[in-house]
């Protein structure tokens, strides 16, 4: 028997784990007492790392489609057929003829983040989706225009905050999302220990909502209406006191003038909340001796899910809580991050409506263009039509809105490969699978939740177990490189890893501003060692971080091997003030009124009109991250979560009883499920949880049909976006609700 220290790659928290091993197999999954970071909490789906490294049906040798069936076959024959119609729809169509979906565990994998920018470049098409566009692209979109980057997103710095306000969030159940917050529940409690607040509007009465100290019931859709009226009252009321940002901020004066017409008096019925409610929560905010607005998924897919997102950040500026220790602040990941490199305080900020695409004209954002436009632009013929896609760890059938009209752009494909462990609703449509390592096969250092953690931490998990019988994730993904690049399948994969770091090494050496600057690159390269792959790039980028040894220039700093002596990580310190250090903007300032969003705020007051509907929202459950999370039997056994809430005035309305199932439908499309009917919902607000829908022919998860639920993005429109964005609109979607009898319900909720 044997202990290992892992980092859990199941969502956003980053638990510390610790793994007893015997040989090959995991024993037993516990919280790591001694991480620096979550100190020892853990939730069900770390516990259940076994389940997944050791389900029968996760896949281990690649799969290719022969005469409709997927077969095993040997990773030199799937490397040769990925090479071989990789070409020919290439060299039919060109490269725009490849799309590309990227699901969002792939920023759970270094090796995918790593060498996913490398494969893309590769590929060299403008066909690029991911899960961004139906998660968080809103909250990314207004940071980049307001501070220069992306993921200069501004975290609640809640270990000192003393006033949290929270929309469209449920952080005790996802366990925090752009902002990774192990152990939630703690901290919020040690909030209100130290005589904080917090505060939660949202249509549900969450389990947040049952901790908080206060709780307001609002429309679906309506966030950025009632945080408008929140920055008008500020204004009205003489609250305006940006302090130290005032120099750093430009358009300020012309947000506020915008937002004149979103009184609370004018907000409040839009809302649900009422206009006195909305004065007093603007005053505590305004009063507070540190405040925060913590807005997640509920407000980024809603059609004004970029404005929803900016008016947080507008109301910390306003406030002087931007930057602020128990405000919002800025994280400074050990490696890195593209707020921290080049020019302090300046950059090239964000350049928006680079292209446009090909069928719909739907904006391309960071690279990429919405999802929702994926199954128009596989159908619609003509030059740059998609006749192959590549998927990597998603499952965009059951994650993006419409999957029937996705579903059957798939199966007119030419070729389809996917990189998954799973044989799920969207790789059955596969020509080609190919399967990821497990989490003890691969090494593990979080790129992406470093920046936006609430405490700087750094940490990082070996691979426990060699890679014996197939190629490793990363050798898999270099093959994947050289046959995008042209390179055939017997490429030189060292050579092709070289390349790859060679690039890495030579951006960093040209800035001015690094510790490695203008240095010999031999003596970097010998300084490295035998670190190849990820390992050799995650040292390089540590020790040329911010807290780095700068290969010698800086003794004492971090690099790999101090992480690796350190299984429980190295503590780094709270969240600090970097404004104006932290900003990428062109002219280095704060931009409070960006075009794009002010333009957008016409079309906000147009909707002050609208009349209230019965309207769908999602919900997570803290064993319920991903769809593939439901092949874990520890995972889905209990209480049947796949079910329609409904408040009883709308149940009875209906004419639906509790032991009843409804069929919930609308012009996109009619699912069926049992009925949940709970006061924990407002009235006219119905929900169902995301990412079920299971049980299709041709899958190969047993336990995830058994618990097969139903696809609520059947009922989501692809065309329906928020506009300066291009996220899918999968919150406050109308739908009509009626009971069913039993057979017919059965026939609705089967899967297809």
């Not at 510790?515 to 540590?542: I, N």
């Amino acid at each position: 028997m044997e202990t290992v220290y892992r980092i859990c790659p199941f969502c956003e928290a980053t638990c510390g784990l610790e793994v007893e091993v015997e040989g090959r197999q995991i024993k037993q999954v516990r919280g790591n007492d001694e991480d620096v970071f979550s100190r020892g909490y853990v939730c069900p789906k770390g516990v259940a790392l076994g389940e997944l490294v050791h389900d029968p049906d996760r896949l281990r040798m690649p799969l290719l489609k022969r005469g409709g069936k997927h077969v095993e076959v040997s990773w030199k024959e799937a490397f040769g057929v990925l090479a071989e119609r990789l070409a020919a729809v290439r060299a039919a169509g060109g490269q725009d003829a490849v799309g590309v979906y990227l699901g969002n565990p792939t920023v759970h994998s270094t090796t995918m983040t790593l060498y996913g920018p490398p494969l893309l470049k590769a590929l060299g098409t403008q066909q690029v989706y991911s899960a961004s566009s139906v998660d968080q692209l809103p909250k990314q979109l207004v940071s980049a225009l307001m501070f220069g980057t992306g993921l200069s997103v501004a975290i609640p710095d809640i270990d000192y905050c003393q006033y949290l306000m929270i929309l469209g969030a449920n952080p005790l159940e996802s366990n925090g999302s752009m902002m990774t917050v192990p152990d939630v529940k703690r901290r919020l409690k040690a909030l209100q220990a130290r005589g904080g607040k917090i505060v939660v509007l949202d249509p549900r009465r969450t389990k947040t909502a049952d901790l908080a100290d206060a709780y307001h019931p609002i429309r679906p859709g309506t966030d950025a209406h009632f945080l408008a009226a929140v920055v008008n009252v500020l204004v009205e009321e003489g609250r305006v006191q940006p302090g130290r940002l005032a120099e750093h901020v430009v358009g300020l004066d012309e947000a506020l003038a915008a937002l004149a017409p979103f009184t609370p008096e004018r907000v409040a019925a839009r809302c649900g909340i009422p206009a006195e409610t909305i004065r007093v929560l603007a005053r505590e905010l305004g009063v507070a001796e540190s405040a925060a607005v913590y807005g997640r998924i509920g407000t980024c897919t809603q059609r004004f899910g970029t404005l929803a997102n900016w008016l947080p950040d507008l109301i910390h500026i306003v406030t002087g809580n931007l930057d602020r220790p128990g405000g919002a602040l800025f994280a400074q990941p050990a490696h890195g991050a593209g707020n921290a490199k080049g020019e302090a305080g300046r950059g090239r900020g964000l350049k928006m409506g680079r292209r446009k695409s090909r069928v719909s004209g739907a904006p391309e954002i960071f690279g990429e263009f919405p999802v929702g436009a994926l199954a128009e632009e596989i159908e619609t013929a003509g030059p740059g039509q998609i006749r192959a896609l590549l998927t990597i760890c998603g499952n965009p059938v059951l994650s993006t809105p419409n999957g029937a009209r996705l579903e059957r752009a798939l199966e007119s494909l030419d070729f389809m490969v996917s990189v998954d462990v799973y044989l799920n609703e969207t790789t059955r449509h596969a020509d080609l699978i190919l399967p990821d390592v497990s989490p003890m096969e691969r090494c593990h250092y979080d790129l992406a939740f470093s920046q936006l953690a609430v405490r700087n931490v750094a940490r990082y998990s070996p691979a426990h177990w060699p890679v014996t019988d197939r190629p490793g994730d990363r050798d898999m993904m270099l093959r994947m490189i050289a046959i995008a690049g042209g390179m055939g399948v017997d490429a030189d994969l060292p050579m092709v890893d070289d390349l790859i770091f060679g690039q890495l090494m030579q951006r960093e050496l040209t800035l001015g501003t690094s510790p490695v600057a203008g240095r010999d690159p031999e003596e970097l390269l010998a300084a490295l060692g035998t670190r190849r792959g990820c390992e050799r790039m995650l040292d390089f980028m540590l020790r040329t971080g911010p807290y780095g040894d700068g290969f010698g220039s800086r003794p004492g700093g971090l690099s790999l091997a101090a992480l690796e002596a350190a299984p429980e990580g190295i503590d780094l310190g709270p969240l600090q003030p970097r404004i104006p250090e932290v900003l990428r903007t062109v002219d280095g300032k704060i931009d409070a009124a960006p075009a794009v969003v002010l333009e957008d705020l016409a079309r906000l007051e147009a909707d002050l009109e609208a009349q209230p509907e019965l309207v769908l929202v999602g919900r997570r459950h803290l064993r319920s991250n991903n769809s593939w999370m439901h092949n874990l039997p520890g995972l889905v056994r209990g209480k049947v979560r796949c079910s329609l809430q409904i408040h009883p005035a709308d149940a009875a309305r209906a004419g639906i009883g509790p032991e009843d199932w409804a069929e919930v439908a609308n012009g996109t499309g009619c699912v069926a499920a049992p009925v949940e009917i709970t006061e924990g919902i407002m009235e006219g607000v119905v929900s169902l949880p995301h990412g079920w829908g299971h049980g299709q022919a041709g899958m190969g998860m047993r336990v995830a049909s058994q618990y097969a639920g139903v696809n609520s993005n059947l009922l989501t429109d692809e065309d329906d976006r928020d506009i300066p964005s291009g996220t899918a609109v999968l919150n406050g979607i109308p739908v009509r609700v009626r009971a069913v009898a039993a057979l017919q319900a059965e026939a609705l909720a089967a899967p297809g």
